[in-house]
């Protein structure tokens, strides 16, 4: 029941920034746990932060931790990532997706709605 389109994405020098936005449309999203996840060629998709329906707790995979922020502004329907000190091994596609329910899980099958994702490239 919620829609969800990520943008911001692109080819970024290792060190850089990028600030990746998912916008969500649906009366459910400002009840959802939200999160981004990330997946590689040849690899599984993987958790990489989520956001409470509140907006007031968050955590993050240890690979990412320290780096990336996660942020939602319910007034608006959007969540962003913001990435900092990106690593080449930070390259993949990244998707946000929502929770039926509020609190954060880190687990992709908990997840019932997806975005088509955007591409980051971090090149060294």
């Known amino acids: 029941q919620v829609q969800l389109a990520e943008s911001g994405g692109g080819l970024v020098q290792a060190g850089g920034s990028l600030r990746l936005s998912c916008a969500a449309s649906?009366?459910?999203?400002?009840?959802?746990?939200m999160g981004w996840f990330r997946q590689a060629p040849g690899k599984e998709r993987e958790f990489v932060a989520v956001?409470?329906?509140?907006?007031?707790?968050?955590n993050y995979a240890d690979s990412v931790k320290g780096r990336f922020t996660i942020s939602r502004d319910n007034a608006t329907d959007t969540i962003y990532l913001q990435m900092n000190s990106l690593k080449p091994e930070d390259t993949a596609v990244y998707y946000c997706?929502?929770?039926?329910?509020?609190?954060?899980?880190?687990?992709?099958?908990?997840?019932?709605?997806w975005g088509q994702g955007t591409q980051v490239t971090v090149s060294s």
């Open positions: 956001v409470s329906w509140s907006g007031l707790s968050s």
């Open positions: 649906g009366r459910t999203f400002s009840g959802s746990a």
């Open positions: 997706a929502a929770r039926e329910f509020g609190f954060p899980s880190t687990r992709v099958n908990e997840y019932i709605d």
